[in-house]
């Protein structure tokens, strides 16, 4: 496998974009926040860096095994998630892959210093691959749609696709995900269009990615404090709330008994089945008069 001339969001980093960063570490000083795994079964662990949220999956007492990451941070974490790893799984032990919920660069921060220092392959859907392959860039925040200081901040962060070559490669299209069996892959678009969430039916575990957070994301404030409270994916970055609003439908059929989102701590149970059906009615809402606002009826 070859990494040859990677291309990520370090590298292109702007002024603007590095202050962003720096804004972001502001808050976690302020909060005293620390990065540390929350171990949701003996298999499945999640750690929150700032204010994105990223799973290893794998039992640490059969290292062997193997594991494998789920997103990739911010950038400048990897040396982060590579401590992480190193602590859970033991030294040396490399991933057996990368899943990618999507492209957005609070998810694939680190993942060029990761591919090149675990030389491992990354998957995400097919429609997310030109935004993971330098090809095509995502639209630029839209403040307008949250008066929230992390969202008026959105036109600053990064967009631009990284480049990951043939180290990334489309999920099989049977739904199946390398190297996690038991688990299957759901096409959840909205937020971008080859988003994912990934679902174990054995137990109802959802790593649903920011197809829906447990966090108002575009408030600073909600962020500090970690406040729950089912939402949509992050507006500033959501390109179609009507493909949104199905996605989230789609998830609450699985029955989850608990989900890991993107930004926000866990959720479970009956609390999360009665906030999902309450987020629905307000995306179905909010999708309807987008529509109007956009001429399409």
Known sequence: MKNNNLRGTNETASP?????????????????????????????????????????????????????????????????????????????????????????FDHVGAITELIKKWNVEVYAHELELPYLTGKKNYPPGNPSLDKGLLAQLSPLYPNEAIDLKDMVKPLPSDGSIPWMPNWRWIHTPGHTPGHIALFRNSDGILIAGDAFTTVRQESATAV????????????????????????????????????????????????????????????????????????IH
């Open 16 to 104: 603007a974009e590095h202050a962003t960063m720096k804004i972001l570490s502001t808050i976690q000083r302020l909060t005293n926040q620390r990065e540390s795994l929350e171990e949701i079964t003996p298999d499945l662990a999640y750690m929150t860096i700032l204010m994105v949220n990223l799973c290893f999956l794998g039992n640490p007492n059969r290292s062997s095994d193997g594991w494998v990451l789920i997103d990739a941070g911010l950038p400048d974490s990897a040396e982060l998630i590579q401590e992480i790893a190193e602590n859970r799984f033991g030294k040396n032990i490399k991933p057996k892959a990368i899943i990618l919920t999507h492209g957005h």
């Open 224 to 295: 500090l404090t970690q406040d729950k409270e089912i939402k949509g994916p992050p507006a500033y970055f959501t390109f179609d709330w009507t493909e949104a609003c199905q996605s989230v439908k789609k998830l609450k059929d699985l029955n989850p008994s608990i989900v890991i989102t993107g930004h926000g701590k866990i959720m479970k149970g009956a609390e999360l089945s009665r906030e999902l059906e309450k987020l629905i009615g307000q995306l179905e809402k909010y999708a309807k008069s987008e529509s109007k606002n956009n001429g």
